[in-house]
């Protein structure tokens, strides 16, 4: 399956502590996005890449909340100093370019306890 | 605030019923409209997508969605549903002058179809 993939699918963290995901998207896809969905909700919009360029990213969460894509191919979502609110599945799709479908990966889902 | 809303949260169906899923967004002018499926344990799956031309949209597995402008709706339906439709499904919008694709998803509905 050459699909969006993401790394880890599950992650138990404990308050306070950093969280790291992965995303690699599909190949040659410029374009790489993250959503977060909590339970009963539908995805929301944090940031999106165009190759390694952050395009827009004031619909993140917070100042804890960071994304890279250094060489324009994978990337990371960090969350430092996680808090309860945190927990949710954090999703990462791309798409070739604007007007094209996106394509979601099956997410990664983060439990602060 | 602008947003997406699905009036339905869940829908309980028997095999062979007619669907509709109702989806409203708040966006004035042009937006592009989606419906997105995840089917249990899956990932988020395109259905259908409308940009522009003919308002009735037909999409995979026999689903398909009418734009209707003036009521600010994208509607989802299947004339006859099957036990393997049962999952849940999420309107979402591209609103006017985005240039990144930033969709804004409805709240979903889940869709229980029974044998």
């Not at chain 1, 992650?11 to 950093?18: A, E, F, L, S």
């Not at chain 1, 190949?27 to 929301?44: I, V």
């Not at chain 1, 969460?61 to 599945?89: H, N, V, W």
Request: charged share 20%; proline share 4%; net charge neutral.
């Amino acid at each position: 399956d050459t699909g969006v993939s993401q790394d880890p699918r599950h992650k138990i963290t404990k308050r306070g502590q950093n969280v790291t995901f992965r995303c690699d998207p599909i190949s040659e896809h410029n374009r790489l996005y993250w959503y977060r969905q909590t339970l009963g909700q539908g995805p929301e919009f944090l940031t999106y890449f165009q190759n390694e360029a952050q395009l827009e990213k004031s619909r993140l969460l917070s100042d804890r909340f960071s994304a890279e894509r250094p060489k324009g191919s994978f990337s990371t979502l960090e969350i430092q100093r996680t808090e309860q609110g945190d927990s949710a599945m954090y999703l990462c799709a791309s798409s070739v370019t604007v007007g094209n479908t996106i394509y979601f990966g099956e997410g990664s889902w983060l439990t602060v306890v | 605030a602008q947003s997406v809303s699905q009036h339905n949260h869940h829908v309980i169906l028997s095999e062979a019923a007619s669907l509709e899923l109702g989806c409203n967004y708040s966006y004035g002018g042009t937006v592009n409209l989606f419906w997105y499926v995840q089917y249990p344990g899956q990932h988020l799956q395109l259905l259908l997508k409308y940009f522009s031309g003919d308002p009735l949209v037909k999409g995979i597995k026999g689903f398909e969605a009418e734009f209707i402008k003036s009521k600010f709706s994208f509607n989802l339906r299947k004339p006859s549903v099957q036990w393997s439709d049962t999952a849940e499904y999420f309107c979402a919008v591209n609103p006017p002058r985005d240039a990144g694709n930033m969709l804004t998803f409805g709240g979903g509905t889940r869709l229980m179809v029974k044998p």
